[in-house]
């Protein structure tokens, strides 16, 4: 007998958000291609692997746990736990407890993410990623790429809207 209740699929104790659920299960949870990452984040350079699933989500996030844990890292990387913060959590930091990862660098070594970011939202939450190459005062730094992920998802053209034809 199947329930008429909904499953909550969490990832670090997160709500995925429904439209990052129904575009995995579709299967167009996928790099759009870099025009449409560079469209929606210019200063970006690395390149990305999307993640495929929640379980890879919550396994490739687990690294800021760990990064946490050391002081110079979590400097580093601008990482933070709101309860020993000596004030609330905001950009350019990450709130580890408070963000999944979504996207990583394509290769190692790059430490470049993008992540849902619930401090603004629980139901749509800002899409926030790393950034290297745009400031030297802070060499590592979380910026907004969009308010929401419906946004990024509609930047990106993921949701089937304005699709652009396929080229050769």
Do not use: K
Not at 22 to 34: D, F, K, Q
Not at 52 to 70: A, F, P
């Amino acid at each position: 007998m199947q329930d008429d209740y909904p499953v909550t699929i969490r990832v670090r104790g997160l709500v995925v958000p429904d439209l990052l659920l129904v575009l995995l299960r579709e299967g167009r949870w996928n790099h759009p291609g870099e025009p449409a990452v560079a469209r929606v984040m210019p200063w970006f350079r690395d390149p990305l692997d999307f993640l495929g699933s929640t379980e890879q989500m919550e396994r490739e996030s687990q690294s800021l746990d760990r990064l946490i844990q050391d002081d110079e890292m979590a400097e580093l990387f601008r990482l933070a736990r709101q309860p020993t913060a000596t004030g609330p959590v905001e950009l350019p930091w990450l709130d580890v407890d408070r963000a999944f990862f979504i996207a990583i660098a394509q290769y190692a070594g790059d430490d470049t993410a993008i992540a849902l970011d619930y401090r603004a939202s629980s139901s749509d939450p800002r899409v926030v990623a790393s950034d290297v190459w745009t400031s030297s005062a802070a060499p590592y730094a979380w910026r907004t790429v969009t308010e929401t992920f419906s946004e990024f998802v509609a930047g990106l053209r993921l949701d089937g809207a304005d699709a652009e034809p396929a080229t050769d």
